[in-house]
């Protein structure tokens, strides 16, 4: 199984470059990707002490955010390396300041993980929620390297739980222990032999709780409300869209601002052409005064969180099709 599973990384590196010829993504996935090695060997040093975080995308990094901050205020000699898989995560937080060096994390193969743990040689490593790589996975435990899963959560259809998942059971054996967020995830791992595990809960919870504390002024949305009650829509899909333009286009007296899942030019248009009222879209805002229109589209991510801490009523999308119901913490 194991020589399968690295054969196949090794196809789909040249697969993707292919793809990436026709998707903008993808493209982003696979540029992002090239200069890793060079970037991680600039900025650390051998004799460097390193932490190294991994996380899916900006939701995962929002997870772990809490225990960098920790492990930054604990370790302040040890360089923070965080790795992305997503571009949606890494083009939004490649320059944070959580930590000191920042890269999309190289394909799994064999090589890519040897030689990422020649160049990071972490003292501990943090995984967030979910991101299972067998190969640094084995290379982290081959290296004896103290390895932790962050707010994990496991269902009973995951392959660890399957007859035919005796690999990716093994690559769990890295985990010094697995801090999870329910009761059910911590007796399925008991059910596989797992008893290294902690009810730890999700640290969305104290993300939310920090970003509570911060400044939340975004000049351009007061504007843009002048005192109007406003409806918020956040992270919106089309089977949502569908369910409350009919609603926007024959409300009256109320302001609306829509945060897109999906913020490819494309949908937006599609997205402002289906709205019969006023629209003003994040990227054009320069130049006008937000005061004069009745929805505000916002194609850029990142700000959301604060753009929820002005709505007099909230939408949290996902739940009306297949991605699944987002992070209902944020308002």
Known sequence: MFFLYNLLTIIVGPLLKIVALFSPKIKLFTEGRVTVFDTLSQ???PTDKTIWFHSASLGEYEQGLPIMEK????????KIVLTFFSPSGYEIRKNTNAADVVVYLPLDTQANAMKFMDLVHPEKAFFIKYEFW?????ELKERDVKTYLISGLFRKKQVFFKWYGGFYR???KTFSHFFVQDESSKMLLHTIGYNNVTISGDTRYDRVSQILERDNNLPFIEEFIADRTVIVFGSSWPKDEALF???INNSAGLKFIIAPHNIKPEQITALKNSIRKSVILFSEKEGKNPADFDVFIINTIGI????YSYADVAYVGGGFGTSGLHNILEP
């Open 43 to 45: 900025n650390i040093n």
């Open 71 to 78: 492990m930054r205020e604990v370790y302040p000699q040890h």
């Open 134 to 138: 067998p190969n640094y996975l084995r």
């Open 245 to 247: 333009i009919d609603f």
């Open 304 to 307: 959301l969180g604060k753009i």
């Open 170 to 172: 093994d690559a769990l």
